[in-house]
């Protein structure tokens, strides 16, 4: 049988558009998001564009066979032996970050006019640190996220008959880690075992490979705990503090500077994304109590089990997750007011989003068919009195509009 492989045509399309630039394509994302595979599907159109099988070298450093170029002196002479002389060179370089000190074989390639390079990477430090420094200009990143909601209903959309609330309830159970779907797609009786399984293998990769290696951590233990926890409220406001009081109260004495190290570690690792705080009325971006927001919630079923009572949380997560792949920057609104006693008080709006011509607002919920939840999402936007935008989401369906607020279908929003 062949390989089930899934089309990311708008990640070909955005590597298209920096192809032959001055410039290295970094594409960045949690593993198995499909990085390599999209390495693959953007080789194929460069050969369909007329360029030679000798013009493009893939090097894939997690693999075996390439152990011995983890140097960076053998690395270089690997691809410099293989250059095709007179042609542009199109030079892949999959998980650099396992290179030691890559950054000066990437420098001394890029400085060679005839390689168009490219690199990807599963830990932010393809962007930290004086290497980044160095490179500032010379680079694009290009951000890879496991299938969005769209990719998912495209696979599925004939399957199950267009029906898009059945789908969304698959992407929940199936995880938006692309590999994931080939389970389904073989027909195997007992799919959703094997995708349990894949998703755990994901995880104990990213720990041992992407976060005790890469910070020098060693209790995965603890590192889990974290991770349940801050899965367990996605979408609350979380501070550190608070973790580690909460540990220490289950019997693990962590301390809040370990915490903090291992947050910053899942955030290198792109497992977690953390939203700031946006003063809305001040228009500035505040530094305490932010909300955290896991990759995929495949991941959140295998830390917490099939727990479903918080699906407003896991539809904002979502939601979170989709302003991002937007291209959007995304905080969390606060609005200070005070109420008809004279007392100081804090309403929030799930999501600030800054895009190209300006804010975006953003109000989640599950549903808003009881008037209490209508009333108290519309509150917090109400009180926004500039122009931009404003939008509730919810699963009910048909779009309204309250004054300028307009709320619509979060899946018909998902998919457009």
């Known amino acids: 049988m062949a390989d089930f492989v899934i089309d990311r045509p708008q990640y070909i399309q955005e590597l298209m558009s ?24 953007y080789v194929q159109e460069l050969l369909k564009q007329g360029v030679s099988k000798e013009q493009i070298q893939i090097i894939k450093l997690e693999e075996v066979e390439n152990e011995h170029l983890l140097d960076y002196h053998k690395l270089h002479k690997q691809v410099m032996d293989n250059i095709v002389a007179g042609k ?26 005839n ?39 495209e696979i599925y959309k004939d399957k199950e008959n267009d029906n898009k609330d059945k789908i969304y309830d698959n992407y929940l159970l199936y995880s938006s880690f692309p590999y ?22 994901i995880y104990d990769t990213i720990v041992l490979n992407d976060v005790m290696d890469n910070k020098n951590i060693s209790a995965a233990d603890r590192l889990r705990r974290v991770l349940k926890f801050v899965a367990n409220c996605i979408g609350s406001e979380i501070s550190i503090k608070k973790i580690s009081d909460t540990m220490t109260s289950d019997g693990i004495k962590i301390l809040p500077s370990t915490i903090e190290t291992y947050l910053d570690a899942f955030k290198d690792a792109f497992v977690l994304y953390k939203a700031d705080r946006y003063d809305v009325k001040g228009k500035k971006i505040l530094k305490t109590l932010n909300k955290y927001y896991l990759v995929d919630m495949g991941i959140r079923r295998h830390l917490l089990g099939n727990k479903v009572t918080d699906t407003g949380h896991i539809l904002e997560n979502i939601v979170y997750l989709e302003l991002l792949r937007r291209g959007c920057n ?6 200070d007011y005070r109420n008809k006693d004279g007392k100081l008080q804090t309403a929030e709006v799930d999501f600030v989003a800054e895009t190209p011509n300006g804010l975006e607002y953003y109000q989640v919920s599950d549903t808003m ?48």
């Open 18 to 41: 920096f192809k032959d630039t001055d410039l290295i394509k970094i594409v960045t994302g949690v593993r198995r998001s499909g990085k390599s595979t999209v390495f693959d599907l």
């Open 88 to 113: 542009k060179n199109y030079v892949f370089l999959d998980e650099i970050q396992k290179v030691t000190d890559f950054q000066k074989a990437v420098r001394s390639l890029y400085e060679k006019k």
């Open 115 to 153: 390689i168009d390079l490219y690199l990807t990477g599963s830990n932010s430090k393809l962007q930290s640190g004086q290497w980044a420094t160095s490179i500032a200009g010379r680079y694009v990143e290009i951000k890879m996220y496991p299938l969005s909601f769209k990719e998912f209903y």
């Open 180 to 201: 994931a779907q080939h389970f389904v797609n073989i027909g195997a009786p007992n799919f959703q075992q094997q995708i349990d399984t894949y998703i755990q293998g």
């Open 330 to 335: 995304v905080y969390v609104g606060k609005i």
């Open 369 to 416: 068919n009881e008037p209490q939840t209508l009333k108290r999402e519309l509150a917090s936007l109400q009180m926004i009195k500039d122009n931009y935008p404003k939008f509730v989401l919810s699963r009910d369906y048909g779009t309204k509009d309250y004054e300028g607020i307009t709320q619509l279908n979060v899946l018909e929003w998902l998919v457009k």
